[in-house]
Each structure stands twice: as C-alpha cells, then as structure tokens.
C-alpha cells in the first residue's frame, strides 16, 4: 500500500516548456487534490476533483490544466511555464469530498527558469 | 473557519511525552479540530482530528477541552523523527467548497537526544 505516490520527484524547466506531473493513489480514495506551497505562502489549492469524472477550480488554478483519469490517477499540466510557477507540487487524496482528512504525497519540486 | 493559535516553537527531549497546544476560542459546534505536521521537505501529514470528545490512534491522543476553546495534541514518546512543523486547523466537515486545506504558522516542535 503505497498511498498516494508522484512523478517526478525534481523537474527544471525553461519558460514557456510544457510539463504534466502525475499522481495516484491506491487508497479507494473519490476526492483528490493538486496544491502548491511556497515559502511563506503555505499551502494553496490549485485544482480538486470530488469524484472520478468531476474536477473544479481551486484558489491559484491559473496557468494549469487538469485531468482525473480514472478513479486512481489525477494529474495537472502546465501548458506554458513561468518562473511563478517555481514551487512545491503536493497531490493529496480524500475518501470523499469535505473531509479534510487529507493524504499526501511526497511532492514535486519544480524550478523554472 | 475559526481562527487558531499555536506557538511558534516548543522542544521536547526524545523518549518523553510532547504536548503541543492550540487555541481555537471562536469555533462553532459544528466544525472538528485537525492536526496535521510537515517534517522538511516532505508532504503534510494527517495525524489526528476530533470534535469533542478525547481521540487517540497509533501517532498520537488529542485532547479537547470541554468547552472546545482549546485542544492538545500528544505524542506520547517523542522521538527525533517527530521534528517537524505541526498544525492545527479547524474545519466543518461535508462542507463541498473543495476541502481545501489552509495552513497557519504551526509549532516548529524540535525533539531533542
């Protein structure tokens, strides 16, 4: 049981590269989550998908794209990359909408340059 | 969402109990009190959470007190891999707005050999 695993780990980008980071989660969870967090901003939700098939926008969603694939695999594209995108990428997973007993992975470190 | 105050810091000498506290004086009857940490460089942590009575699992005992103003969260033999920054949060639960978890300042918990 891994829990909620993510790839990559660290990614260095050039302004204006494209990227998708990949989550999944072996949990049965329905909810899943995409945040960034940046030193001195704490945590901040970009998108969220309730359910397999649904997804909403979060707090910061501008500049990023998201797809839940199934009900394991939630991922988040950035289509053109900016140096404020520099930051932490966490994918957190739920058993259900509103609960906040939330389970994380282990991040996604990503520079743009 | 109720306000919560922690303290900036606390220490901790490994193997005793350490009893990390926070006040939430303006939560409603409805919304549960949540604990989660982040030990550097990784992904937030669920620990614990609950609403008024006392709660306890494999990490960790929370303590609410009667009147709900306050809690403690407990661990009870505080080891070196407990360094981390805990939080707590306060959150009405089945509330559909995307679940989205906000972190404050928390305690820098230190545990020392």
């Known amino acids: 049981n891994a829990g909620v695993t993510q790839t990559p780990k660290f990614q260095v980008l050039k302004t204006g590269q494209s990227m998708t980071l990949q989550c999944a989660q072996d949990m049965n969870h329905n909810s899943m989550y995409w945040y960034r967090q940046d030193p001195g901003m704490g945590l901040r939700l970009i998108y969220y998908?309730?359910?397999?098939?649904?997804?909403d926008k979060g707090e910061v969603p501008n500049g990023y794209n998201v797809s839940r694939l199934n009900k394991r695999e939630f991922s988040l594209r950035l289509e053109s990359a900016a140096p404020s995108q520099t930051s932490v990428y966490f994918c957190a997973s739920s058993a259900r909408e509103g609960t906040y007993e939330q389970y994380f992975g282990p991040g996604t470190r990503l520079t743009v340059t | 969402d109720a306000k919560t105050t922690q303290p900036p810091s606390m220490d901790c000498a490994e193997g005793r109990a350490a009893n990390l506290p926070c006040n939430h004086s303006t939560i409603s009857g409805n919304e549960y009190v949540y604990w989660y940490r982040q030990i550097h460089s990784q992904g937030p942590q669920y620990i614990i959470h609950?609403?008024?009575n006392n709660e306890t699992n494999e990490m960790a005992s929370l303590i609410i007190t009667e009147d709900r103003k306050s809690s403690t969260l407990i661990l009870p033999h505080a080891t070196l891999r407990d360094t981390a920054v805990y939080y707590c949060?306060?959150?009405?639960?089945?509330?559909?707005?995307?679940?989205?978890?906000?972190f404050g300042e928390g305690t820098q918990l230190t545990v020392n050999p």
């Open positions: 609950g609403l008024k």
């Open positions: 998908s309730a359910s397999e098939g649904t997804t």
């Open positions: 949060i306060v959150r009405a639960v089945g509330e559909t707005s995307g679940s989205r978890l906000t």
